[in-house]
């Protein structure tokens, strides 16, 4: 898990190349201070419980060997006592359960929730299917990841998703780069580019059905 978290290029990252049906799905997620950036503040929503485990942590809010068993709608932010500090930090390992559609065969869902700063009236909630069986990728992204930065496009782009219809207030773009979401999408997409082209080329160079074999 440590080794895993010095590579991390986005929060909620999976350790293991195994998230399909019924699989238990361990996340890396290094949360860090960072001077002059903001974590901003979501609710994430998952139709199954997720549980986290603090490996480590200084000036955070959950204390190294913490564990904590999510609701199905649960806030996310840093975590951390003090966010701008380069000292603090917080290293998670997330646990996602993935429904074995054998047993249970209602699609599991999840959504990104984002709230107005001023009176915490709801401005959008972006559902998305948590099904890793529906992506057609050799190696596909994480549903939740990809879900988070498809939600905050759709609220970064749009200046009337961002005003408050309660209170009037128009909430800044949320700081998805900080979290590296985007970063991890781009490379996703690229590796994926990368196998496909490299299957075409070693294709290209076989003799006549040797590529069938």
């Known amino acids: 898990m440590f080794e895993r978290g010095m590579s991390l290029n986005t929060q909620l990252a999976p350790v293991f190349p195994y998230a399909g049906p019924g699989d238990l ?3 890396a997620c290094l949360l860090r201070g960072r001077p002059g950036q903001e974590y901003g503040q979501f609710w994430h929503e998952n139709s199954q419980e997720e549980v986290a485990y603090a490996f480590g942590a200084n000036l955070a809010m959950m204390p190294t060997g913490s564990l904590v068993v999510s609701p199905k709608i649960h806030g996310v932010n840093s975590f951390l006592a003090e966010p701008h500090n380069p000292e603090a930090y917080l290293f998670l390992v997330i646990v996602q359960r993935q429904t074995d559609v054998d047993a249970n065969p209602e699609e599991q869902y999840e959504a990104f ?3 107005c700063s001023e009176c915490q009236e709801l401005l959008l909630r972006h559902t998305y299917s948590a099904d890793p069986t529906v992506a057609e990728d050799r190696y596909p992204a994480f549903a939740t990841v ?3 930065v498809a939600a905050t496009n759709l609220f970064n782009e749009d200046e009337k998703l961002r005003t408050c219809g309660a209170c009037g207030h128009l909430n800044v773009p949320f700081p998805v780069a900080t979290w590296g979401w985007q970063d991890y999408i781009d ?3 690229a590796v994926n580019a990368a196998h496909a082209l490299a299957l075409a080329t070693a294709a290209g160079k076989l003799a006549p059905g040797e590529a069938a074999e």
């Open 187 to 189: 490379q996703t997409r």
């Open 113 to 115: 929730h984002l709230r």
């Open 25 to 27: 799905v361990p996340c």
């Open 146 to 148: 990809h879900g988070a």
